[in-house]
């Protein structure tokens, strides 16, 4: 394991919080990164278009307020909420990279950008990232397990 969950959690709260900031102080920072229009280059999809700053506004907000909803269960060391959660947002993420590429219809929808798109696909490898080593800290533990009932099976 490369991370693990928990310092993949602080990383990925940390972007979030980052993101969010810069959407709402120095949007141009995010828009013209080069992420964003590389992953919108090789998807074809259409960079960002004009977008008023009160929407970049609002999806900072609401970057910033996920990543406070993270902080929180990860300073109790909560690691079962995020261990519950990846599942679901790792659907989630694949569902809006779909939608967001136009792979689920014929014609593109209004939110399918370059953006939108890059978040979407970032927070799919992150969570899928979380959940595989969530399933590699719970092999490890169970392997730890079975060592110690075959140590004490021995003594015996």
């Not at 992420?35 to 960079?47: D, Q, R, T």
Request: proline share 5%; no cysteine.
């Amino acid at each position: 394991m490369i991370l693990s969950p928990k310092t993949q959690i602080s990383l990925s709260t940390l972007l979030q919080l980052t993101t969010g900031f810069l959407l709402l102080f120095r949007p141009n920072i995010v828009l013209d990164s080069n992420i964003v229009n590389v992953l919108g280059l090789a998807m074809e999809i259409p960079p960002v278009g004009r977008i008023d700053q009160a929407s970049l506004g609002l999806i900072g907000i609401i970057l910033v307020v996920m990543a406070v909803q993270s902080a929180i269960p990860l300073a109790r060391g909560d690691m079962l909420y995020f261990q519950t959660l990846a599942p679901i947002r790792l659907l989630i993420s694949f569902v809006i990279s779909a939608y967001t590429s136009g792979y689920l219809q014929s014609k593109r929808p209004p939110v399918a950008n370059s953006l939108s798109f890059t978040f979407a696909f970032i927070d799919l490898i992150w969570q899928f990232w979380l959940y595989a080593s969530f399933g590699q800290e719970k092999a490890v533990a169970k392997g730890k397990g079975k060592t110690k009932e075959e140590d004490h099976e021995h003594h015996l």
